[in-house]
T-cell receptor, first 116, second 118 residues
Framework: GAVVSQHPSRVICKSGTSVKIECRSL??????MFWYRQFPKQSLMLMAT?????????EQGVEKDKFLINHASLTLSTLTVTSAHPEDSSFYIC????????????FGPGTRLTVL | AQKITQTQPGMFVQEKEAVTLDCTYD???????LFWYKQPSSGEMIFLIY??????QNATEGRYSLNFQKARKSANLVISASQLGDSAMYFC???????????????FGTGTLLAVQP
């Protein structure tokens, strides 16, 4: 149990376009979802915390107008990178926590974004 | 200030031997949790083991054990009987605040790349 999926797994886009990444909890309801960004050979950096039905909480230095997060249901959160630029190229990973097991985060497989 | 420190950028270990991956942390919160995750080259983050700050015994999960030394603020991961499939990046992470609390954010260390040699 506790499977998290992400779609797409890999995306290449042109500079200036927007890209949407989906994060789904497949077999549980996720009270909270997290979005991370990981540059090559670096650690995971938390971008934002997303709770169903409320606005996401962004970490310091993360542009909320550039990285739009929508947590529409207890099983789906989306991250939209708006007007993507080459410096946005990165590995984006989501995670989800289960109601009642609030500390343990289950991670999705990640999405590799390349902006040309 | 960096709250999770992994001082070993890379480690080699011979197959079937044990290896210890270091992790130190810094927090003033009396309640916290420590996690280890494995990230193979595919990129997925695989949960390995958890230690709560109030847990009396060191956590163990199969071949993984956590050497928790609270006074020294260290939470080293010990992998026994290393296997070739253990080759991956290993991240130590900390959650500040009580289990099940409102803030579930994890802070990750910089990771240690483990290479298991046949």
């Amino acid at each position: 149990g506790a499977v998290v999926s992400q779609h797409p797994s890999r995306v290449i886009c042109k500079s200036g376009t927007s890209v949407k990444i989906e994060c789904r909890s497949l077999d549980f309801q996720a009270t909270t979802m997290f979005w991370y960004r990981q540059f090559p050979k670096q650690s995971l950096m938390l971008m934002a915390t997303s709770n169903e039905g409320s606005k996401a909480t962004y970490e310091q230095g993360v542009e909320k107008d550039k990285f739009l997060i929508n947590h529409a249901s207890l099983t789906l959160s989306t991250l939209t990178v708006t007007s993507a630029h080459p410096e946005d190229s990165s590995f984006y990973i989501c995670s989800a926590t289960i109601s009642g097991r609030a500390s343990l985060q289950f991670f999705g497989p990640g999405t590799r974004l390349t902006v040309l | 200030a960096q709250k999770i420190t992994q001082t070993q950028p890379g480690m080699f270990v011979q197959e079937k031997e044990a290896v210890t991956l270091d992790c130190t942390y810094d927090t003033s919160d009396p309640s916290y949790g420590l996690f280890w995750y494995k990230q193979p080259s595919s990129g997925e983050m695989i949960f390995l083991i958890y230690q709560g700050s109030y847990d009396q015994q060191n956590a163990t999960e199969g071949r993984y054990s956590l050497n928790f030394q609270k006074a020294r603020k260290s939470a080293n991961l010990v992998i026994s009987a290393s296997q070739l499939g253990d080759s991956a990046m290993y991240f130590c992470a900390m959650r500040e605040g009580p289990y099940g609390g409102a803030t579930n954010k994890l802070i990750f260390g910089t990771g240690t790349l483990l290479a298991v040699q046949p």
